[in-house]
Protein backbone atom coordinates (compact mmCIF):
# COMPACT_ATOMS: atom_id res chain seq x y z
CA UNK A 1 0.00 0.00 0.00
CA UNK A 2 1.50 3.53 -1.11
CA UNK A 3 2.85 5.57 1.80
CA UNK A 4 0.71 8.61 1.00
CA UNK A 5 -2.87 9.41 0.74
CA UNK A 6 -4.96 6.19 1.39
CA UNK A 7 -8.06 6.02 -0.83
CA UNK A 8 -11.13 4.45 1.47
CA UNK A 9 -14.52 3.40 0.17
CA UNK A 10 -17.38 2.49 2.61
CA UNK A 11 -20.81 0.16 1.61
CA UNK A 12 -22.93 0.27 4.38
CA UNK A 13 -26.94 0.62 4.03
CA UNK A 14 -27.26 1.77 8.12
CA UNK A 15 -27.40 5.41 7.88
CA UNK A 16 -26.37 5.94 11.42
CA UNK A 17 -23.39 3.42 10.73
CA UNK A 18 -22.49 6.03 7.62
CA UNK A 19 -22.52 8.80 9.66
CA UNK A 20 -20.12 7.19 12.26
CA UNK A 21 -17.53 6.44 9.22
CA UNK A 22 -18.13 10.08 7.58
CA UNK A 23 -17.13 11.55 10.92
CA UNK A 24 -14.40 9.72 11.35
CA UNK A 25 -12.44 9.68 8.01
CA UNK A 26 -13.71 12.82 6.27
CA UNK A 27 -11.27 15.40 8.29
CA UNK A 28 -8.14 12.88 8.42
CA UNK A 29 -5.64 14.31 6.06
CA UNK A 30 -3.96 11.27 5.28
CA UNK A 31 -7.30 9.53 4.30
CA UNK A 32 -9.17 10.25 0.93
CA UNK A 33 -12.86 8.81 1.55
CA UNK A 34 -13.50 8.22 -2.08
CA UNK A 35 -16.91 7.08 -1.19
CA UNK A 36 -20.24 5.88 1.40
CA UNK A 37 -22.16 3.06 -0.56
CA UNK A 38 -25.09 1.55 0.05
CA UNK A 39 -25.44 -1.67 -2.45
CA UNK A 40 -23.11 -3.22 -4.42
CA UNK A 41 -24.10 -1.97 -7.32
CA UNK A 42 -23.10 1.75 -6.73
CA UNK A 43 -20.19 0.58 -5.10
CA UNK A 44 -18.96 -1.63 -7.96
CA UNK A 45 -19.68 1.12 -10.46
CA UNK A 46 -17.55 3.62 -8.15
CA UNK A 47 -14.80 1.04 -7.71
CA UNK A 48 -14.57 0.51 -11.75
CA UNK A 49 -13.67 4.00 -11.99
CA UNK A 50 -11.42 4.66 -9.30
CA UNK A 51 -8.44 3.57 -7.21
CA UNK A 52 -8.87 2.05 -4.11
CA UNK A 53 -7.07 0.97 -1.02
CA UNK A 54 -9.25 0.07 1.67
CA UNK A 55 -12.44 -1.04 1.51
CA UNK A 56 -15.32 -1.56 4.33
CA UNK A 57 -17.80 -3.70 3.33
CA UNK A 58 -21.03 -4.95 5.17
CA UNK A 59 -21.97 -8.47 4.62
CA UNK A 60 -25.85 -7.92 4.66
CA UNK A 61 -26.50 -5.86 1.44
CA UNK A 62 -29.79 -4.74 -0.13
CA UNK A 63 -28.99 -5.91 -3.69
CA UNK A 64 -26.92 -9.05 -2.97
CA UNK A 65 -24.18 -11.36 -1.18
CA UNK A 66 -21.38 -8.97 0.47
CA UNK A 67 -19.39 -12.42 0.62
CA UNK A 68 -19.37 -12.70 -3.16
CA UNK A 69 -18.81 -8.97 -3.43
CA UNK A 70 -15.72 -9.00 -1.32
CA UNK A 71 -14.58 -11.73 -4.02
CA UNK A 72 -14.67 -9.57 -6.99
CA UNK A 73 -13.33 -6.48 -5.20
CA UNK A 74 -10.78 -8.44 -4.83
CA UNK A 75 -10.13 -10.08 -7.87
CA UNK A 76 -12.05 -8.09 -10.90
CA UNK A 77 -11.51 -4.40 -8.94
CA UNK A 78 -7.77 -4.60 -7.64
CA UNK A 79 -9.07 -3.41 -4.25
CA UNK A 80 -5.43 -3.62 -1.86
CA UNK A 81 -7.40 -4.10 1.67
CA UNK A 82 -11.01 -5.52 2.10
CA UNK A 83 -12.47 -5.47 5.59
CA UNK A 84 -15.67 -6.84 6.50
CA UNK A 85 -17.44 -4.92 9.01
CA UNK A 86 -21.11 -6.80 9.89
CA UNK A 87 -23.19 -8.01 11.89
CA UNK A 88 -23.23 -11.27 10.80
CA UNK A 89 -20.47 -13.62 12.88
CA UNK A 90 -21.06 -17.28 11.62
CA UNK A 91 -17.77 -18.97 11.21
CA UNK A 92 -18.55 -19.99 7.55
CA UNK A 93 -19.10 -16.55 6.85
CA UNK A 94 -15.53 -15.00 8.55
CA UNK A 95 -13.99 -18.17 7.05
CA UNK A 96 -15.55 -17.34 3.46
CA UNK A 97 -14.89 -13.66 3.45
CA UNK A 98 -11.12 -14.50 4.28
CA UNK A 99 -11.16 -16.89 1.96
CA UNK A 100 -12.39 -14.47 -0.53
CA UNK A 101 -9.93 -11.87 -0.41
CA UNK A 102 -10.74 -9.91 3.19
CA UNK A 103 -7.71 -9.26 5.48
CA UNK A 104 -10.04 -8.50 8.29
CA UNK A 105 -13.18 -9.34 10.15
CA UNK A 106 -14.93 -6.92 12.53
CA UNK A 107 -18.42 -7.93 14.42
CA UNK A 108 -20.17 -4.87 15.14
CA UNK A 109 -21.32 -6.41 18.21
CA UNK A 110 -17.67 -5.59 19.85
CA UNK A 111 -16.68 -3.29 17.48
CA UNK A 112 -15.86 0.96 17.66
CA UNK A 113 -15.99 1.94 14.48
CA UNK A 114 -14.68 5.56 16.11
CA UNK A 115 -11.39 3.64 16.06
CA UNK A 116 -11.43 3.24 12.23
CA UNK A 117 -8.69 5.65 11.54
CA UNK A 118 -6.83 3.04 13.37
CA UNK A 119 -7.58 -0.01 11.31
CA UNK A 120 -6.63 1.98 8.71
CA UNK A 121 -3.06 2.48 9.88
CA UNK A 122 -3.00 -1.12 10.54
CA UNK A 123 -3.86 -2.00 7.42
CA UNK A 124 -1.07 0.27 5.82
CA UNK A 125 1.24 -1.63 8.16
CA UNK A 126 0.17 -4.76 6.08
CA UNK A 127 -1.27 -5.86 9.04
CA UNK A 128 -4.55 -7.74 9.45
CA UNK A 129 -7.85 -7.24 11.50
CA UNK A 130 -10.08 -9.47 13.56
CA UNK A 131 -12.41 -8.75 16.38
CA UNK A 132 -12.37 -10.62 19.42
CA UNK A 133 -15.85 -12.17 18.78
CA UNK A 134 -14.63 -13.24 15.08
CA UNK A 135 -11.29 -14.72 16.14
CA UNK A 136 -13.04 -16.68 19.16
CA UNK A 137 -16.06 -17.96 16.47
CA UNK A 138 -12.88 -18.90 14.12
CA UNK A 139 -10.95 -20.54 17.08
CA UNK A 140 -13.73 -22.50 18.57
CA UNK A 141 -14.26 -23.67 15.27
CA UNK A 142 -10.85 -24.69 14.03
CA UNK A 143 -10.75 -26.99 17.34
CA UNK A 144 -13.85 -28.93 16.41
CA UNK A 145 -12.85 -29.35 13.18
CA UNK A 146 -11.49 -33.01 13.25
CA UNK A 147 -7.08 -33.62 12.76
CA UNK A 148 -6.09 -35.48 9.20
CA UNK A 149 -3.04 -36.38 9.35
CA UNK A 150 -1.43 -35.20 5.27
CA UNK A 151 -0.40 -38.48 2.79
CA UNK A 152 2.85 -37.70 1.80
CA UNK A 153 3.96 -38.93 -1.25
CA UNK A 154 7.42 -40.11 -1.35
CA UNK A 155 7.64 -39.41 -5.21
CA UNK A 156 7.46 -35.87 -4.51
CA UNK A 157 10.18 -34.25 -5.72
CA UNK A 158 10.19 -30.66 -4.25
CA UNK A 159 7.10 -29.15 -2.08
CA UNK A 160 4.03 -27.42 -3.58
CA UNK A 161 3.80 -23.75 -3.64
CA UNK A 162 0.36 -22.34 -3.51
CA UNK A 163 -0.22 -19.12 -5.69
CA UNK A 164 -0.09 -16.21 -3.93
CA UNK A 165 -1.81 -14.39 -6.39
CA UNK A 166 -5.71 -14.32 -7.89
CA UNK A 167 -6.84 -15.88 -10.94
CA UNK A 168 -7.22 -12.30 -11.96
CA UNK A 169 -3.66 -11.01 -11.51
CA UNK A 170 -2.26 -14.19 -12.35
CA UNK A 171 -4.01 -13.78 -15.30
CA UNK A 172 -2.49 -9.88 -16.01
CA UNK A 173 1.01 -11.61 -15.25
CA UNK A 174 0.67 -14.00 -17.64
CA UNK A 175 -0.50 -11.06 -20.19
CA UNK A 176 2.59 -9.27 -18.78
CA UNK A 177 5.39 -11.99 -19.58
CA UNK A 178 3.85 -11.79 -23.33
CA UNK A 179 5.36 -8.38 -23.26
CA UNK A 180 1.58 -6.75 -23.27
CA UNK A 181 1.69 -2.83 -22.74
CA UNK A 182 -0.78 -2.09 -19.67
CA UNK A 183 -3.03 -0.36 -22.64
CA UNK A 184 -2.94 -3.68 -23.99
CA UNK A 185 -3.85 -5.73 -20.88
CA UNK A 186 -6.73 -3.38 -21.01
CA UNK A 187 -8.14 -3.97 -23.53
CA UNK A 188 -7.76 -7.83 -23.42
CA UNK A 189 -9.48 -7.87 -19.72
CA UNK A 190 -12.01 -5.59 -20.77
CA UNK A 191 -10.94 -3.57 -17.75
CA UNK A 192 -9.38 0.01 -17.14
CA UNK A 193 -6.04 0.65 -17.14
CA UNK A 194 -6.46 1.56 -13.80
CA UNK A 195 -7.50 -1.28 -12.71
CA UNK A 196 -4.67 -2.64 -14.58
CA UNK A 197 -2.00 -0.70 -12.77
CA UNK A 198 -4.08 -1.52 -9.30
CA UNK A 199 -3.65 -5.74 -10.26
CA UNK A 200 0.35 -5.28 -10.91
CA UNK A 201 0.68 -3.27 -8.02
CA UNK A 202 -0.48 -6.04 -6.11
CA UNK A 203 0.93 -8.97 -7.97
CA UNK A 204 4.40 -7.07 -7.67
CA UNK A 205 3.86 -6.62 -3.49
CA UNK A 206 3.25 -10.19 -3.09
CA UNK A 207 5.69 -11.61 -5.03
CA UNK A 208 7.78 -8.79 -3.37
CA UNK A 209 8.97 -7.99 -6.38
CA UNK A 210 9.86 -4.03 -8.31
CA UNK A 211 9.60 -4.70 -12.01
CA UNK A 212 7.92 -6.60 -14.67
CA UNK A 213 11.44 -8.75 -14.96
CA UNK A 214 11.26 -9.76 -11.53
CA UNK A 215 7.65 -10.38 -11.19
CA UNK A 216 7.90 -13.20 -14.36
CA UNK A 217 11.38 -14.60 -13.52
CA UNK A 218 9.97 -15.06 -9.39
CA UNK A 219 6.55 -16.23 -10.46
CA UNK A 220 8.35 -18.96 -13.38
CA UNK A 221 10.28 -19.80 -10.11
CA UNK A 222 7.24 -20.88 -8.25
CA UNK A 223 5.60 -22.15 -11.15
CA UNK A 224 3.01 -19.74 -11.75
CA UNK A 225 4.27 -19.20 -15.41
CA UNK A 226 6.15 -21.58 -17.09
CA UNK A 227 10.09 -21.47 -17.44
CA UNK A 228 10.99 -18.52 -19.02
Do not use: W
Not at 42 to 67: K, M, V, Y
Not at 86 to 103: L, M, Q, R
Not at 194 to 217: D, M, P
Amino acid sequence: MNTGETTVLVVEPDLDTQRVYRQRLIHDPDIKLIGICSSIASATALLAQTNCDILFTELNLPDGDGLDFIRRASEDLAVQSIVAVTSKNSAADIATAIENGAVGYITKQDSDLHDVGNYIRILRAHGSLMSPTAARVLVDALRRKPTVKPVVSVAASRPAVANPLSPRETEVLNLLARGMSFAEISSVLNISCHTVTAHIKKIYRKLQVHSRGEAVYEAAQLGILPAM
